[in-house]
C-alpha cells in the first residue's frame, strides 16, 4: 500500500505565470482534496475531487481549478501566480465510501511566487 | 471559521502525559471531532477522532464532554517527536472535508 505523494517538493515561479502540481492518491482512494496552507496558518480547502468531477470548493478564485483522472491522481493548477499564492500545497486522499473517517495527506509542494 | 478554539501553544515534559484542549461549544449533534497534527515540514497525520464516546488507538485518546461542547486529546506519554501543531477540527456528518483552525503547537522537552 502506498501513501500520498506530491511532486514536486518545491517550486518557484514568476508572478503572473502559471503552475501545475501533481499528487497520487493512497491506493484504493477514489477522493482527492486539495488545501493550501499559509506560513503560520492552518491548512485552508482549495476543492475536492470525486470520480473525475469537482464535488465541493472552499473560497478561491476559479484561476484555481482541478482535474482528477481515472486511475484517482489529481492535478491543482494555478493561472495568473499572485505573490499570495506562496504557500504549502497539499492534497489528501480518502475513500467516499467511508465519511468522516481519516485522511491521508501526502508531505506537500512548496511554491514560492517571486 | 474554524468553529474550534484551542491553545496557542502548550509545553510537556517527556514522558509525562499531555493533556490538549478543544472548546466546540456550537456543535450540532451530528459533527465528528478530528484530531490531526501536523510535524515540521511535513504534512497532517490522523490522529484520532470520535462522534460522543471516549476514543482509543494506539496514538492518543479522545475524551469528549458529555455536553460534547469540549473535548481533550490525550497522549499518555509525550515523545520529542510528538512536538507538533495539533488540530481539533469539527466535521459535518456525511463530509470528508476539513476545516482547521491555527491549532496548538506542543513543545516536548528532554
Known amino acids: 500500500e502506498t501513501g500520498v505523494t506530491q511532486s514536486p517538493t518545491h517550486l518557484i515561479k514568476t508572478r503572473g505565470q502559471q503552475v501545475t502540481l501533481r499528487c497520487s492518491s493512497q491506493s484504493g482512494h477514489n477522493t482527492v482534496s486539495w488545501y493550501q496552507q499559509a506560513l503560520g496558518q492552518g491548512p485552508q480547502f482549495i476543492f475536492q475531487?470525486?470520480?473525475?468531477?469537482?464535488?465541493g470548493r472552499g473560497n478561491f478564485p476559479p484561476r484555481f481549478s482541478g482535474l482528477q483522472f481515472p486511475n484517482y491522481s489529481s492535478e491543482l493548477n494555478v493561472n495568473a501566480l499572485e505573490l499570495d499564492d506562496s504557500a504549502l500545497y497539499l492534497c489528501?486522499?480518502?475513500?467516499?465510501?467511508?465519511?468522516?473517517?481519516?485522511?491521508?495527506f501526502g508531505q506537500g509542494t512548496r511554491l514560492t511566487v517571486v | 471559521d474554524a468553529k474550534t478554539t484551542q491553545p496557542n501553544s502548550m509545553e510537556s515534559n517527556e514522558e509525562e502525559p499531555v493533556h490538549l484542549p478543544c472548546n466546540h461549544s456550537t456543535i450540532s449533534g451530528t459533527d465528528y471531532i478530528h484530531w490531526y497534527r501536523q510535524l515540521p515540514s511535513q504534512g497532517p497525520e490522523y490522529v484520532i477522532h470520535g462522534l460522543t464516546s471516549n476514543v482509543n488507538n494506539r496514538m492518543a485518546s479522545l475524551a469528549i464532554a458529555e455536553d460534547r461542547k469540549s473535548s481533550t486529546l490525550i497522549l499518555h506519554r509525550a515523545t520529542l517527536r510528538d512536538a507538533a501543531v495539533y488540530y481539533c477540527?469539527?466535521?459535518?456528518?456525511?463530509?470528508?472535508?476539513?476545516?482547521f483552525g491555527k491549532g496548538t503547537m506542543l513543545l516536548v522537552s528532554p
Open positions: 475531487y470525486y470520480r473525475e468531477e469537482e464535488n
Open positions: 489528501a486522499s480518502s475513500f467516499a465510501a467511508e465519511l468522516n473517517t481519516e485522511a491521508f
Open positions: 477540527i469539527r466535521q459535518a456528518s456525511g463530509y470528508s472535508t476539513l476545516t
